[in-house]
């Protein structure tokens, strides 16, 4: 027992080999520095958009963050306006159809509204082509209507470059679930449904200048509509 102890005392570390409590003032004074640096030049400008140093707008991290916090409240609005649709929206039945093959729809101040969504039999595959023209700041939501598990291939463009998209969809109890978003002239993929509710894209002209996007879409879903 006693050597046990004496083995054991023998290996611990001498008051000479710790470190001062200067020293762990010192290591901890960096530490918060190199923190408060980091914060500054990257988290602020990459996450928010802010950068007091400009530092963020050499390797085009405020730029990312910017549109990041923009998409951010477009994604806050758009659910809110679908949370108010779906509340004021009365109960009613939808009347079966033929699938439509393709359809054009315009925005603006001078458009008609849209035509009626068209609805199919679940299951079937249908294609449509959807063409929105944007005035600056304006913003368009389309949305398929799918069963969970259902897909759909889509690809849309934008005539006058870059333009801001969210990918999401919503049902009732889920107001927003994303897919993904960003800022991007052309996309194209393959639309999973994650359950059985509403899909599809939001997008935000902040180009200046008015944009028409096309949305060609094919896949199995019963309907097609704009929301926004």
């Known amino acids: 027992m006693t050597g046990d102890t004496l083995?054991?005392?023998?290996?611990?570390?001498?008051?000479a080999d710790l470190p001062s409590t200067g020293h762990l003032l010192k290591s901890t004074g960096v530490a918060a520095v190199t923190a408060s640096a980091l914060l500054i030049t990257v988290v602020l400008p990459a996450e928010y958009g802010v950068d007091p140093t400009r530092i963020g707008s050499v390797f085009g991290l405020t730029e990312m963050g910017r549109i990041k916090q923009q998409l951010?409240?477009?994604?806050?609005?758009?659910?809110?306006a679908d949370a108010a649709a779906v509340d004021a929206a009365p109960a009613a039945s939808a009347a079966a159809s033929?699938?439509?093959i393709a359809q054009a729809q315009?925005?603006?101040?001078?458009?008609?509204?849209?035509?009626?969504?068209?609805?199919?039999?679940?299951?079937?595959?249908?294609?449509?082509e959807t063409i929105l023209t944007l005035q600056p700041d304006q913003g368009a939501e389309i949305k398929l209507v799918?069963?969970?598990?259902?897909?759909?291939?889509?690809?849309?463009?934008?005539?006058g470059g870059k333009i801001n998209f969210d990918t999401h969809a919503d049902r009732p109890g889920v107001s927003y679930h994303a897919y993904g978003k960003g800022s991007s002239?052309?996309?194209?993929?393959?639309?999973?449904?994650?359950?059985?509710?509403?899909?599809?894209?939001?997008?935000?002209?902040?180009?200046?200048?008015?944009?028409?996007?096309?949305?060609?879409?094919?896949?199995?879903?019963?309907?097609?509509?704009?929301?926004?």
């Open 185 to 228: 002239p052309r996309e194209e993929g393959v639309l999973t449904a994650a359950f059985t509710g509403s899909h599809g894209w939001f997008w935000r002209n902040r180009t200046g200048q008015p944009v028409t996007i096309t949305l060609k879409t094919e896949g199995a879903y019963t309907e097609i509509k704009r929301v926004v």
């Open 7 to 15: 083995m054991y005392n023998a290996n611990r570390p001498s008051k």
């Open 72 to 80: 951010a409240k477009e994604a806050e609005a758009d659910a809110a």
């Open 106 to 128: 315009t925005s603006g101040p001078n458009a008609a509204p849209p035509a009626a969504p068209t609805v199919v039999a679940p299951g079937a595959v249908r294609t449509d």
């Open 146 to 159: 799918m069963e969970e598990g259902a897909t759909a291939r889509f690809t849309w463009t934008s005539s």
């Open 98 to 100: 033929a699938p439509a």
